[in-house]
């Protein structure tokens, strides 16, 4: 079993920056992608960013690459979004979940196994 547990979000105005984390327990994680999704109001829940565990490989939706940076720290069997530069379309609640399968990217929601509970990010214009 896994557990996932986010924090860092908030409210922030349009331009500003805030940086989730997301600390994992149960299984190790050596095989896993983790990633960041969102789900905005009314809308489904789209992909935001992912991580490999072992490389650190990251990859990022077009809507966010050059403002939101992934990273982890295998020691704390962490994982961090740095979102920069916000738009009011960030708004939404953002999960992070892990992905169990060793060769694949999990771009689609779907394909990840395990989710954490969520935190709000609210971006005011």
């Known amino acids: 079993q896994v557990q996932l547990v986010e924090s860092g979000g908030g409210l922030v105005q349009a331009g500003g920056s805030l940086r989730l984390s997301c600390a994992a327990s149960g299984r190790t994680f050596n095989s896993y992608t983790m990633g960041w999704v969102r789900q905005a109001p009314g809308k489904e829940r789209e992909f935001v960013a992912a991580?490999?565990?072992?490389?650190?490989?990251?990859y990022y939706a077009d809507s966010v690459k050059e403002r939101f940076t992934i990273t982890r720290d295998n020691a704390k069997n962490t994982v961090y979004l740095q979102m920069n530069s916000l738009e009011p379309e960030d708004t939404a609640i953002y999960y992070c979940a892990a992905h169990m399968a060793a060769g694949s990217i999990p771009y689609k929601p779907s394909q990840y196994d395990y989710w954490g509970q969520g935190t709000q990010v609210t971006v005011s214009s």
């Open positions: 991580i490999t565990w072992i490389l650190g490989r990251t």
